[in-house]
């Protein structure tokens, strides 16, 4: 690209330049020799004077006058003639030569005639011609005859000028070119390094725009879609981490049934089987987090909203190919707090629930707000020792959203902990509560942690009302998905 650059710009300074310095040239040529011509004319003139009155005196002086009139008229002629200067001769009407030889031509009998005139002799040159009248024995003629040399003295040293300037300026011009070329392939190639990185997966390369805007606009296009890819990837990522995660509910409904089988041998052996598969879980919910932490390390830019909840609900309504989703937070949250009191019971927990009377729907898929309740509880499971009883409330807000509350009688939250996705104070994966608050943002909602009145962690999700749905049917929760 440089190198076509180059050659574009050469030629296309030499085309104009030759179109600018070959006028220019042949106007300086031209212009002397017309300067040459005007001053051999004018010196024709003069002489054609001081001949004409040399030549006068002699007449009528006797018959020793003519000779010496001639010998004044031929002095004034050889005075003409010196180095470097035009040749000048005078041709008398009888033939005679008065400085060099001349031949007398037809352009010499046509000045006899009176006629003074210029032009060009086919040896080259150009001769300038003027009568002197008045004379004895007729009309006499003065030549002035320029060479080539003479004609166009000092055109080559102004050619040469001309010349010059123009390498210059095509010098100039191809310098120019080079810088120009040398910024475009510059921008190119960081460009391409750019591109490079990324597809070697670097996510966490941007191009800078610089450049033409045409060059910078494609930098900045390059960077959107490494932002969408990063986002894309890091969604996928944590809902690859969050299903891991959701498995944990029924691998605890196996540890359950497996503590209650009757043969303590094999309660056992599937309770070692059960704890195998929690570890497995644990190692899928890890591996699915390392690119996660990878790519916050090299300060890359999280999903936008639509992207984070690609596989979630609110995607699906963002792109409008289904109806905005609603489910029954009391129902959905009942229906789990029944799902774990045996095996709060079996280690001697007390498991409180509250919910207002009626259905309280919320912006949210039964699903979610299922793995959303299984999160919290498995965490005071996970957290707390046997015994130290939990509470789940739902309760409804003024603004038509509604508050799920989840509390223990446990230890609490460390002592400057801040529960995050990827960090936790018990030694877990840490995305439980991040499924929770993931949740309850998706549905315009939020995600506070605190100390419950007894001294233990308390979790507050609040959800986002349900937008209002004409179509929707009875007064019962809707299924997943709706």
């Not at 010499?108 to 040896?123: D, I, K, N, S």
């Not at 957290?383 to 038509?400: C, I, Q």
């Amino acid at each position: 690209m440089r190198r076509s650059l180059l050659l574009l710009t050469a030629a296309t300074t030499a085309l104009v330049l030759a179109a600018l310095l070959v006028p220019l040239a042949l106007l300086t040529r031209s212009h002397a020799a017309d300067r040459a011509t005007a001053d051999a004319t004018s010196r024709a003139h003069s002489l054609a004077t001081g001949v004409g009155q040399a030549l006068a005196g002699g007449r009528g002086a006797g018959s020793g006058g003519a000779p010496d009139a001639r010998r004044s008229a031929a002095g004034i002629v050889d005075s003409a003639n010196g180095p470097g200067l035009p040749r000048t001769s005078v041709v008398l009407a009888d033939g005679a030569v008065l400085g060099p030889a001349t031949p007398v031509t037809d352009a010499v009998r046509l000045a006899r005639y009176g006629r003074a005139f210029t032009y060009e002799p086919p040896a080259g040159g150009r001769t300038v011609l003027v009568p002197v009248q008045g004379v004895a024995g007729g009309t006499a003629v003065v030549l002035v005859a320029l060479s080539e040399s003479q004609l166009y003295a000092g055109t080559l040293a102004s050619s040469l000028e001309i010349a010059g300037i123009g390498v210059a300026l095509v010098l100039l011009g191809l310098l120019v070119a080079d810088r120009l070329g040398a910024r475009l392939v510059g921008s190119a190639r960081r460009l391409s390094r750019v591109a490079d990185r990324l597809a070697a997966g670097d996510l966490a390369a941007r191009a800078e725009p610089s450049g033409p805007p045409e060059l910078r606009a494609v930098a900045r296009e390059v960077n959107r879609l490494a932002d969408r890819i990063d986002g894309f990837l890091t969604a996928e990522r944590e809902n690859a981490a969050d299903l891991a995660h959701r498995l944990r509910t029924p691998v605890a409904a196996l540890r359950l049934d497996a503590e209650g089988l009757r043969d303590p041998a094999e309660a056992e052996r599937i309770a070692a089987d059960v704890a195998a598969l929690e570890r497995s879980v644990d190692d899928i919910i890890r591996t699915a987090r390392e690119p996660l932490r990878a790519a916050a390390g090299r300060g890359a830019a999280g999903p936008s909203a639509a992207e984070a909840g690609a596989a979630g609900p609110g995607a699906a309504e963002a792109a409008g190919t289904r109806r905005p989703p609603r489910a029954d937070l009391a129902s959905v949250a009942r229906e789990r707090a029944d799902f774990w009191r045996p095996l709060a019971e079996d280690q001697g927990r007390e498991l409180g629930f509250a919910a207002p009377d009626g259905p309280a729907v919320v912006r949210a898929d039964a699903a979610g707000l299922a793995a959303a309740v299984d999160a919290l509880i498995g965490n005071v499971f996970d957290h707390t020792p046997d015994g130290a009883g939990l509470r789940v409330t739902v309760a409804r807000e003024g603004s038509g959203g509604c508050l799920l509350t989840v509390e223990d009688d446990g230890p609490g939250f460390p002592a400057g902990h801040v529960p995050e996705r990827g960090r936790s104070g018990g030694g877990s994966t840490g995305l439980g509560l991040d499924i929770v608050r993931r949740s309850a943002e998706e549905s315009g909602g939020s995600l506070e942690c605190g100390t419950a009145s007894g001294g233990g962690a308390r979790v507050t999700a609040r959800f986002g009302p349900a937008p209002a749905d004409r179509r929707a049917r009875g007064a019962g929760p809707p299924s997943p998905g709706v």
